[in-house]
């Protein structure tokens, strides 16, 4: 048996960097420096190193990015008042306030004041809008990643069955929109679902985005199948992803691994949103 | 065999319609009369018959409803500006854009200038956004009666087979979002999918939106399954499904009939949505 072709997330990254630092470039000779802002609420440790490595990206690339803390204990108001201002700073093109955020928070509520232009995240009601109906927004960076991850090795979405397992606002429903929207044919399982492996076992693509270590076993997959791996879970052997990665590599075609797959893509990909909309406020 | 229960969408919309009728009226009696506006380019037979069904149920519910025609070469700044001048329009609390628009004006980009707080037919950006995000918003008529139907009858859709035939803006995708929010593992279907009945076979509910007459054959329906029927063609003979009624009802549990079943809850639930706006507006 054949072992699958490892996708490699770092690799693809270090490419699409390549070519940000050169767009960052022109907005720069041009006059306009891209500009991102992060905020974060409280000391979620987690949240912390996902900002140090977006911050990390940015300057990498030529990308201006500031960080605001707030106090675990912050109103909601008082997100939405900095969000506000930032929303009105033309140094800035791109926002992004890190989740989770600290309970009692809304994170819709507060979300929903981001200006579209400046969401970069692409989880403003009005983007995620436009995912369904299909017109041009910011699309979340994870989605976007897998997308583009599948699209550099050549992986035929037209017409294949898609499954993805996990539903969030911020992964599962966008991809399963972009699936769509490439004419794959869809199907959506969650916490709720009563046989998953039912709708896993003939997928062309599997994408699992739970956070569930071991969730996807060897007998879910399709052989000769496609298997993406968004879930990422601190172990104390270290990060982990959805996939049986040592079995399932031994059946898939294709496969991520965690770390090195999804996740440096993520990063990427808002990275290239910021630059598109610095570029969108430029005209370009 | 039995034959499948025959949902009723005439009566369930009678019902719904008598509330409404009292809800209009509790607005009235505290000064507001809630208002809808339809605005219409060009001069398609069908969607002057469904403009007429509709101002007729707000007619019959108590709503104000008024009927804004433009010619068939209207452009793109046109409709927008009749649209924002009704969005300022206090009078009026709902706005329904009837598509489809004539060629080569694009949908989407008018769409997007109605005002959320006025956008009835849950169509806009924000409210499509919202309908991701689980946040309130309006809902489209046509998605939100299905879900109205299905409850009427006590149908559970909790862990249940769903899938989705037909993938529009206004009901394929909001119906899989709904349904995907009642926590059914939904499988969306499209004109580029494959093998259609793979998918539909085992589905504990199965919906078609397609338009289609004769799509759903009764080998591609699970025994005892829930089959709803979106689909409205005209034909010689009357209206059409898209669901082979006489032999499909022999297997199915539940079935909407073509005409009958859906078509009166759209109506319904616009109305419903009008009156839900004016209640919003008046602070209810």
Same mark, same amino acid.
């Given at each position: 048996?054949?072992s ?6 770092k690799?693809v990254?270090?490419?699409?960097r ?9 907005l ?8 991102? =802002?992060?905020?974060? $609420?409280?000391?979620?440790?987690a949240?912390?190193?996902y ?13 201006y ?5 707030l ?6 108001k008082?997100?939405? =008042? ?31 004041e981001?200006? /579209?232009r ?44 898609a &499954?993805v ?23 959506m ?17 599997? $994408? ?21 791996? $968004?879930g &990422? &879970?601190k172990?104390?052997?270290g990060? =982990? ?7 399932v590599?031994?059946?898939a075609?294709?496969?991520t691994?965690? /770390?090195?797959?999804v996740?440096?893509? &993520? ?9 598109? =909309?610095?570029?969108n406020?430029?005209?370009?």
């Amino acid at each position: 048996m054949m072992s699958a072709q490892i996708i490699d997330g770092k690799a693809v990254s270090a490419k699409i960097r390549g070519g940000l630092k050169a767009q960052a470039q022109e907005l720069i000779n041009n006059g306009i420096i891209p500009g991102l =802002a992060t905020i974060r $609420v409280g000391e979620d440790p987690a949240s912390k190193l996902y900002l140090k490595l977006k911050h990390k990206a940015c300057s990498e690339v030529g990308v201006y990015s500031e960080d605001h803390v707030l106090a675990e204990d912050t109103g909601e108001k008082e997100v939405i =008042a900095q969000i506000k201002k930032i929303n009105q700073d033309a140094n800035i093109h791109g926002i992004l306030l890190q989740l989770p955020l600290p309970k009692p928070l809304d994170s819709r509520d507060i979300l929903a004041e981001i200006d /579209p232009r400046k969401d970069v995240d692409g989880i403003t009601p009005t983007n995620l809008g436009r995912l369904v109906n299909g017109s041009k927004g910011f699309i979340p960076a994870t989605p976007k990643g897998v997308l583009r991850l599948l699209d550099e090795y050549g992986i035929e979405l037209e017409a294949k069955k898609a &499954t993805v397992i996990g539903r969030s606002v911020i992964v599962g429903k966008p991809l399963y929109l972009l699936l769509l929207s490439r004419n794959a044919t869809v199907t959506m399982c969650h916490s709720r679902t009563r046989d998953v492996t039912e709708h896993t076992k003939d997928a062309d693509i599997l $994408v699992s985005a739970v956070g569930s270590p071991g969730l996807v076993t060897a007998d879910m997959v399709k052989e000769g199948g496609v298997v993406v791996d $968004v879930g &990422t &879970t601190k172990t104390e052997s270290g990060l =982990a992803g959805d996939v049986d990665f040592e079995h399932v590599k031994e059946k898939a075609a294709y496969i991520t691994p965690v /770390p090195g797959g999804v996740g440096p893509m &993520t990063i990427s990909m808002l990275v290239e949103n910021t630059v598109l =909309a610095a570029q969108n406020s430029a005209g370009f």
